[in-house]
């Protein structure tokens, strides 16, 4: 069976300070990768998607950026956070080239810029 | 147009009642509505889906409700229970041949012993 695996689940940061959040996928080949963000008592918003190792592509201009080195590992960073980057980081995936499949969401991790 | 509109931002219902969750949309391209439920400090998790060619499809107590021509899509939840507090997204998607969902705003449901 496929599982997803998202770290760390917590994390408080400083202003300024880099970030670097991991997530893995078991039990799959070639997933649908992505990045959301949610933030307290607000919607998610899709942050970064990828298709394949070093496809990666951006859906709002921010402060944030995604690499995926290895099929089934993908990684948001940033290398100044602001204040503004706190939220619920969900790290996702989904079987590739067929619409109508389900999103399989990590259990996500918490940001705290302070 | 990529919105999803979700209403309403909270509800509370009593055990045993229905909740009614709604949400509307623009884009006609959409061709895919999942409902997903998310438990505090936990990543969603997909509760239901419709597709556009049927007006409703039931799983146990969840029900989707469209209405193709009004561009709206419904969650009702029977027979509430508290194991049923959450909250729950409505999203939809186009048919690209990637799942690109655009999420609704979230409803915070909380069923009342």
């Known amino acids: 069976s496929q599982t997803i695996h998202q770290w760390p689940a917590t994390l408080v940061q400083p202003v300024g300070s880099p970030l670097s959040l991991e997530c893995t996928v078991e039990?799959?080949?070639?997933?649908?990768l992505y990045w959301y963000r949610q933030a307290a008592g607000r919607g998610l918003q899709l942050l970064f998607y990828?298709?394949?190792?070093?496809?990666i592509s951006s859906e709002v201009p921010q402060n944030l950026s995604a690499s995926r080195p290895q099929d089934r590992q993908f990684i948001l960073s940033s290398k100044k956070l602001l204040l503004s980057d706190s939220g619920f980081y969900l790290c996702?995936?989904?079987?590739?080239?067929?619409?109508?499949?389900?999103?399989?969401f990590g259990e996500g991790s918490w940001l705290t810029v302070v | 147009q990529q919105q999803v509109k979700q209403s309403p931002q909270s509800l509370i219902v009593q055990k045993g009642g229905i909740s009614i969750i709604n949400c509307a949309y623009e884009?006609?391209?959409?061709?895919?509505f999942p409902w997903y439920q998310q438990f505090p400090g936990k990543g969603p998790a997909l509760l239901i889906a419709?597709?556009?060619?049927?007006s409703e499809k039931k799983e146990g107590r969840f029900t989707i409700s469209f209405n193709k021509s009004a561009k709206q899509f419904s969650l009702h939840i029977m027979d509430s229970q508290p194991g049923d507090s959450a909250t729950y997204f409505c999203?939809?998607?186009?048919?690209?041949?990637?799942?690109?969902?655009?999420f609704g705003t979230g409803t915070r449901l909380l069923v009342s012993p």
């Open positions: 999203a939809a998607s186009v048919n690209t041949g990637f799942q690109k969902l655009v």
């Open positions: 996702a995936w989904s079987v590739p080239l067929t619409s109508g499949n389900t999103i399989y």
């Open positions: 884009n006609t391209a959409f061709d895919y």
């Open positions: 419709i597709r556009p060619d049927v």
């Open positions: 039990g799959t080949s070639n997933p649908n």
């Open positions: 990828s298709i394949g190792i070093d496809q």
